[in-house]
């Protein structure tokens, strides 16, 4: 069997018709297939891979951490270097009330210990999520999803789950003495990129403040520059009680973290005792390589000019087929009349050597989150590629649809 073959096999799938894109390499924005052929790779494998592929900052740390230790003991036990270093500059940028940092593995149990957090600290079990989120496929972090075709197989999940919708100021008043935590994206990315307005954030956190509830900021997806700050939220001037991160965190490593006050993370340490662990969480490789990552978003101006690239793509992709455009920086939903456009146009854009994706509560737009080191040549080249690609879905599904009303 070849290795085709084997991973159809071996490999659990998610979906009936994976991509079968086979990787050789990635190098800056592209990946490479085992034929040689190059692929920009426009969603930086769903918002991580922000520096590109194999960084060589981020390859460098990785390497020299690999020959001093890597794991020793599960989290929280022995002073290691990568993970104080990572902490230190990581709450250097943040409000000085986040303080305190627990690193886990991803962004689900970021938001699964976020939860935990919050209960242990208020006393409370509601938890408020949007309607249109996601904050991970763990049990607890499912929970948190309304979409009912995903949720009802897995069920019973968590109890004391609400849901409100992003940007309802009516909804609000939901916001009560028993609610422990609200957990919403500061830019709600799977909606197809929903912007928070009228203030939205502001109002919700004074409501959070009237009721004794924590407000936790999901910035899984959008935080690490790719709104054009460093964490989203800087550009609302409102700040969380709690805030997760992950994704594009470690440069291409799995890494994940919840950021709080160290007198409400200090929860965890008594009853009980051992309040939350993880055995891998902080694992000193990955550590180094967020260490580096983060360093090279501080010292380059990637993160600075993305708001100029944003506008580039934006004016560059100009097309009947197009309705509609909504981006926060790096990430843009580009929307179009159908989901059966949509899988042409991620098919066809990947025959082009343009990688793209969907949304998964709104299956009418490709997503872009391309890697915030693409440079404007790189962009101009791109978007020449998705007009290309449209162009040619767009005049085969004219022609069927005259061919249609010709019977």
Not at 27 to 36: K, N, V
Not at 83 to 101: G, I, K, R
Not at 136 to 148: E, K, V
Request: aromatic share 8%; with cysteine.
């Amino acid at each position: 069997m070849n290795l085709r073959q084997l991973f159809l096999r071996h490999i659990a799938q998610t979906t009936e018709l994976p991509l079968m894109l086979e990787v050789e390499r990635g190098e800056g924005i592209y990946l490479y297939d085992t034929q040689g052929k190059a692929y920009i790779d426009m969603i930086s494998g769903i918002s991580v891979s922000s520096l590109g592929h194999c960084h060589p900052a981020v390859v460098k740390a990785v390497q020299e951490q690999v020959t001093r230790y890597m794991h020793t003991m599960v989290y929280g036990e022995h002073i290691q270097a990568p993970q104080v270093q990572l902490a230190t500059l990581l709450t250097e940028q943040l409000p000085d009330e986040l303080n305190s940092v627990y690193f886990v593995n991803s962004g689900s149990e970021a938001t699964e210990a976020a939860m935990k957090l919050a209960k242990r600290i208020t006393g409370r079990r509601e938890i408020i999520a949007c309607r249109r989120a996601y904050h991970g496929s763990t049990q607890g972090s499912i929970s948190l999803m309304s979409d009912d075709y995903f949720t009802r197989p897995f069920r019973p999940l968590l109890p004391d789950i609400q849901h409100i919708d992003f940007n309802c100021e009516y909804c609000l008043h939901k916001i009560t003495e028993r609610t422990a935590c609200v957990i919403v994206e500061t830019v709600q990315a799977e909606s197809g990129v929903t912007l928070p307005r009228n203030d939205y954030l502001k109002k919700l956190r004074q409501r959070c403040d009237e009721t004794g509830t924590l407000l936790v900021f999901d910035e899984i997806q959008v935080g690490y520059g790719r709104t054009g700050t460093l964490f989203a939220f800087e550009q609302y001037d409102v700040q969380p009680d709690i805030l997760t991160l992950a994704k594009a965190m470690g440069g291409g490593m799995p890494i994940g973290a919840f950021v709080a006050s160290r007198e409400r993370m200090m929860a965890f340490a008594d009853n009980p005792i051992l309040g939350h662990i993880t055995t891998f969480g902080g694992h000193p490789v990955t550590c180094a390589a967020a260490l580096a990552t983060l360093q090279t978003l501080l010292n380059t101006d990637h993160i600075s000019t993305v708001k100029k690239k944003e506008k580039l793509i934006r004016d560059m992709l100009v097309h009947p087929a197009i309705l509609d455009i909504r981006s926060a920086g790096f990430l843009m939903a580009v929307e179009f009349q159908s989901f059966d456009i949509v899988q042409e146009l991620i098919k066809e854009c990947l025959a082009e050597g343009v990688i793209v994706d969907w949304f998964l509560f709104n299956n009418h737009c490709i997503r872009l989150a391309p890697p915030l080191i693409i440079t404007e040549a790189e962009i101009r080249l791109t978007c020449e590629k998705l007009l290309k690609v449209i162009d040619k879905v767009y005049r085969e599904g004219v022609k069927a649809d005259v061919k249609r009303l010709s019977y």
